[in-house]
């Protein structure tokens, strides 16, 4: 009886330390894959970092929006230009109300090149909101986003789909 009283609690604490919100790992190829798993369906994917003091500011923002949007399919991307210990994301996404959202984080040293993945013409900048609808467009909100203007991009995505 106390041997599986202590291995129930070894696999409790061994489980504790991963986090079912940790970021997914975004590495070389990682762009295609996440366009394929939302291809068809409109997505808001934002770029934010650790290292950005906006984005840090707006995150509760968009933590309001999830929750009041359920139609919203966001996407959060760390894209610091240094990997970030996924701990430190997670908390931060959870802080802002975003720990079940969909998140990954950078974790090619070479960060241009994934940056280059994205978008040729992206410099880098953070924040950065893409806004991909069913049929591929895509409509970029450099800087903070208007959560206003995203508001209305969810309306029109639900008045067009059949």
Do not use: N
């Amino acid at each position: 009886m106390r041997r599986a009283v202590f291995l129930a609690l070894l696999l409790a604490l061994a489980s504790f330390g991963a986090h079912a919100a940790d970021p997914q790992p975004f590495a070389r190829g990682s762009w295609a894959k996440l366009s394929a798993a939302h291809a068809g369906k409109p997505t808001v994917i934002h770029f934010w970092g650790l290292t950005c003091a906006p984005c840090l500011v707006e995150m509760p923002q968009w933590g309001k929006l999830s929750k009041e949007r359920p139609d919203l399919r966001l996407v959060l991307i760390a894209a610091d230009p240094q990997q970030q210990e996924a701990e430190r994301v997670s908390a931060t996404l959870a802080k802002a109300g975003l720990g079940g959202v969909e998140s990954w984080s950078f974790t090619d040293r070479f960060y241009e090149r994934l940056r280059y993945e994205i978008d040729p013409a992206w410099a880098g900048e953070l924040p950065r909101t893409a806004m991909i609808a069913a049929d591929g467009t895509v409509t970029v909100l450099p800087g903070v986003a208007d959560l206003a203007q995203v508001r209305a991009w969810l309306d029109t995505q639900s008045k067009s789909r059949p």
